[in-house]
């Protein structure tokens, strides 16, 4: 501990001579070549599989380099994510889903870190149907089963989804004669990008903001009785000494929001495409096909 004070104090002393000399905080920025004196260095941690946080990760890499940062990315578990802010591993991860999803992260963790800002306000569990199908709610299904061959196509089984079909959406809905299908989310968007082709009814469990809803015509069934769960909001985390470490990028994710049609778009270039993980060009061309919106996200108030 005193080793770190020291430390903590020879820094301060330095950090004031700089000041002295340079003679305002705009030489330092300068020095750093980032905006307000900001940190250059800048590691966003990333959910592994979680398509809205790679996307809007990979997003905001390219727009602070562009303005001078150092960003670095890496993926993990949520779990080594959270822990990874707590101890400075990470400076912010930007897929926090609450107020349900990551509740207990959040009570776990939640002394130990700031949140920046929401993004997202429509993050949801759904079941979908193609678009065209005559049916709009849930509570029509059970009676209607046979339009789309008794079943429901699902993603992973040990995916929270999965449990809360099984556990409150098919036993509240009357659904138990329909077959529900799980093996992947690959295999669940390559039936639904079959149906789609083929002009076949077809029921998939699916969730906001995902890709899917930009690539195929497909619509959300109502959920009347709520047995999927209200509608979360997607934030941004960061280190409890973010906004001073990177108060310029504080004010960027305060005021940054993204709505559904602009992510899926997002989602939609970056994930349904060849299977690659070089997703810079591809952002950088979606960024160019946008770039008013881009712009305008850190453009001065």
Known sequence: MKKKLVSFIALAAAS????????????????????????????????????????????????????GYDVTLTTADAAPVFTGITTGD??????????DTHKTYLEKYGDKMQELGTWNENAKLTVAVNKDADITSLDE?????????????GIDPGAGLTAA??????????????????????????????ATTDGDNIAVTLWR??????????????????????????STYGSLTFKDDFPTVAGWMKDFKMDDEKLFSLEN?????????DYGPIVEKWIGENQEWVDSLTAKK
């Not at 690539?215 to 069934?221: N, S």
């Open 90 to 99: 990470f400076d912010m991860t930007m897929d926090v889903w609450l107020p």
């Open 141 to 153: 299904l059970a009676s209607k089963a046979d339009m789309f061959d008794n079943r429901i196509v």
């Open 209 to 234: 903001p995902h890709w899917a809803y930009d690539a195929f015509p497909i619509k959300d069934l109502e959920d009347p009785k709520g047995a999927l769960g209200a509608a979360e909001h997607i």
């Open 269 to 277: 270039a970056m994930f349904n495409q060849d299977e690659t993980q």
């Open 16 to 67: 004031a001579l700089a000041l002295t000399a340079c003679g305002s905080g705009d030489a330092g920025s300068e020095a750093s070549g980032t905006p307000g004196g900001d940190k250059k260095e800048l590691t966003i941690g990333v959910f592994a599989g979680w398509d809205e946080g790679i996307a809007v990760s990979n997003l905001w890499k390219s727009i602070l380099d562009k303005e």
């Open 165 to 194: 079909m099984k556990d409150r959406v098919i036993p509240e809905y009357g659904l138990d004669k329909m077959e529900f299908v799980t093996s992947s989310t690959t295999a669940m968007l390559t039936q639904l990008k079959k």
